[in-house]
């Protein structure tokens, strides 16, 4: 996610990140979940497969004094989200920033995982997704309420559950 993007989201969140969860799928640098636990999330979960990426975010993690409050994990996104995660019963806020190109060639499997996401979290939970114009989040994702902004060439979409 570019800086100017990543300023954007958290612009929009403002201090509804305060004492959440962070997952951050598809983690790369783990700029994201860092910049979460700086504005008051209580803790992250970073989760990279590259092994050599996920090194650094720890390397990062303990630069910063920071490793009580969050752990890497190196997996699969899809397989740990939807088999090793644990929800909790407080919220949980999910950045999910694959690839762009993974909106196409593993669309029904990201969309699968973001509905398990939202059925499985506690109330008030969100994701925060960033695409391109290849995926539309509102008509792939009916079950949320949501809240999209361009970015060209990203586009965020930040989505709430609908709980019935």
Known sequence: MKDRVRESVFDLLAD?????E?????????????????????GATFIERHVPTARRI?????????????????AD??????????P????????????????????AALCGLLTDFGSRSAPGSRIVAESDERFDATVSLPGFAWRVRAYPPAILAIGSPIRS
């Open 58 to 74: 720890r390397a990062i993690l303990a630069e910063w004094g920071l490793e009580a409050r969050a752990r890497v994990v190196t």
């Open 22 to 42: 962070v997952i951050d799928l598809f983690a790369g640098t783990g700029a994201i979940g860092l910049e979460a636990m700086s504005r008051g999330a209580s």
């Open 77 to 86: 996104s899809f397989f740990w989200l939807r088999h090793d995660w644990k």
């Open 88 to 107: 909790s019963s407080t919220p949980t806020l999910l950045f999910c920033s694959p690839p762009y190109a993974s909106y196409e060639s593993q669309r």
């Open 16 to 20: 509804s990140v305060v004492g959440q």
